[in-house]
C-alpha cells in the first residue's frame, strides 16, 4: 500500500457530477489536482449500507474542505453509470457537491495497494494528498467500520499548519513551540 511521503499515482477517470443524464458524466485526472490540496476517500461499492453514511457526511463537510482550498473527492470500483443510478435511487446523494470518481479498472485502487483480496473491492480507505501530490496521511478502515470525515478535517488543519500539534489538537488551538518547550525542562 502506498504511504506518507510517496507520490500519488498518475490516474485517469470518469467522475460523477450530476444526475442530469446530459452533464452526469466529466473526466478527472491527476493533473486535476496539481497545485491543490486533496481529500480522496475510496468505498467498497455503490448500493450498500455504511458507504452512504460516510459519502452524505463527507458531502456536508464540503464547503469546510473548500475553504481550506482541498478538494474533497470519492471513489469506487463501481462505473459511472452505476454512481449516477444510485445518486439517483437514493435521495441522499443526488445533490452531491464532490465528483464519484469510477475506478472500475481498479487501475488507482491497485496502485494505492487498497483492493481487499478477500472482497475484490476497496477497503475503506482515505488519502490525504498535498500540493505538491505527496500523501501526508492515509487511513484505511475495514470493510465493516465507517470513518470520521470529523477527523479527516482536524487532520487536515493539522497537516496544512506546517506546526507541531499536539494529540487531539484542533484548529485555533496552540500548536506545540520546541523552544519554548525546552525552556521549561
Known amino acids: ?21 446530459e452533464k452526469a458524466f466529466k473526466p478527472f485526472s491527476s493533473k486535476d489536482l496539481e497545485g491543490k490540496w486533496a481529500v480522496l476517500f475510496f468505498w467498497p461499492k455503490d448500493f450498500t449500507f455504511i458507504c452512504p453514511t460516510e459519502i452524505v457526511a463527507y458531502d456536508k463537510l464540503h464547503n469546510d474542505f473548500a475553504d481550506r482550498d482541498c478538494l474533497l473527492l470519492g471513489a469506487s470500483v463501481d462505473s459511472e453509470f452505476v454512481h449516477l443510478a444510485w445518486r439517483k435511487h437514493k435521495d441522499d ?24 483480496p478477500a472482497e ?24 465493516s467500520v465507517g470513518r470520521n470525515p470529523q477527523e479527516t478535517l482536524r487532520i487536515l488543519d493539522a497537516l496544512q499548519s506546517d506546526e507541531l500539534c ?20
Open 1 to 21: 500500500m502506498l504511504t506518507v511521503g510517496q507520490k500519488i499515482p498518475e490516474f485517469s477517470l470518469t467522475a460523477t457530477v450530476d444526475t442530469d443524464p
Open 120 to 143: 475484490g473491492v476497496t477497503y475503506r480507505a482515505t488519502f490525504i494528498i498535498d500540493n505538491a501530490g505527496v500523501i501526508r496521511h492515509v487511513s484505511v478502515n475495514d470493510l
Open 93 to 116: 446523494l443526488a445533490n452531491l457537491k464532490m465528483p464519484m470518481l469510477a475506478d472500475v479498472r481498479r487501475d488507482l485502487s491497485n496502485a494505492l495497494g487498497i483492493i481487499s
Open 166 to 185: 499536539p494529540c487531539n489538537w484542533n484548529k485555533g488551538e496552540d500548536t506545540i513551540n520546541v523552544t519554548s518547550e525546552m525552556a521549561t525542562l
